[in-house]
């Protein structure tokens, strides 16, 4: 249920160095509708310390319930500035043992550069061990905030799924979103991805399907302290299939 890009808007959203150093806790709940099988659900809780030199590191566990199976992992991730000006490198690890619904464990690395300040560029690689496939991601982003009240994002995602049963697969996904924010206390945003991906279909044989996901959420600042962000997504993929998943998250800064 984590994207990965927890690090999203370093330098466009972190405090001023100068600033004290702080924690966040954040709690998450989603649940999904799926036209093709059984509901899945999961729910995770992060802890987060960013202190006065913009470096930060967060750990995280997480339960999901998926084709009537479970699965229980954690992570823990840092992102540091380096040497380079208005730059940083963030890397987090995860995992979730015994299981065979979601990657048994993740390697996610990427640096980020934001050279005016209001431009921020990501390249990102990741590698999702799976328990019959393993899956090599690289994925550039651009984060553009041409307002103070107007941010939006593009990305691209090439991966490779490296079956386990021999076969090897290329895909190609795209993916914007926009966030703007018309009062203090909520920030609405939309986003559109339109992805590919692809599966075994047994004998060696492999199998893809295209999607389309609509996204919509508010990031609610309710006070420098709480902030709420419910979110909903909509995904339609080529091979009729539905999913709808509503979702939730609290976090508490101090």
Request: proline fraction near 6%; charged fraction near 15%.
């Amino acid at each position: 249920m984590k994207s990965g890009l927890w690090w999203m808007g370093l330098f466009l959203w972190m405090p001023a160095a100068s600033q004290a150093a702080s924690w966040a806790l954040s709690m998450e709940g989603f649940y999904g509708d799926m036209s093709f099988a059984s509901d899945q659900n999961a729910s995770a809780v992060e802890l987060r310390r960013t202190d006065d030199a913009r470096r930060s590191v967060f750990g995280r566990v997480e339960r999901t319930r998926k084709f009537d199976q479970s699965a229980t992992g954690g992570g823990m991730g840092v992102a540091f500035p380096i040497a380079l000006p208005r730059s940083a490198v963030a890397f987090s690890v995860s995992g979730a043992p015994n299981q065979d619904i979601v990657p048994l464990s993740i390697v996610d690395t990427s640096f980020i550069h934001d050279p005016a300040g209001w431009l921020e560029t990501v390249m990102r690689y990741r590698f999702a061990h799976y328990a019959i496939s393993n899956i090599h991601l690289i994925s550039p982003t651009i984060i553009w905030m041409p307002r103070p009240w107007l941010q939006g994002s593009a990305a691209y995602y090439w991966t490779l799924t490296d079956f386990l049963g021999g076969a090897t697969v290329p895909n190609h996904s795209v993916s914007t979103r926009w966030l703007v924010r018309p009062v203090r206390w909520a920030h609405p945003w939309a986003a559109y991805t339109r992805s590919e991906e692809s599966f075994e279909a047994g004998a060696g044989a492999t199998r893809e399907f295209s999607a389309h996901h609509y996204l919509a959420g508010v990031q609610m600042p309710l006070s420098p302290r709480w902030e709420l962000h419910p979110s909903f997504e909509y995904e339609r993929r080529s091979n009729k299939q539905i999913l709808r998943t509503g979702a939730m998250s609290v976090t508490l800064r101090w």
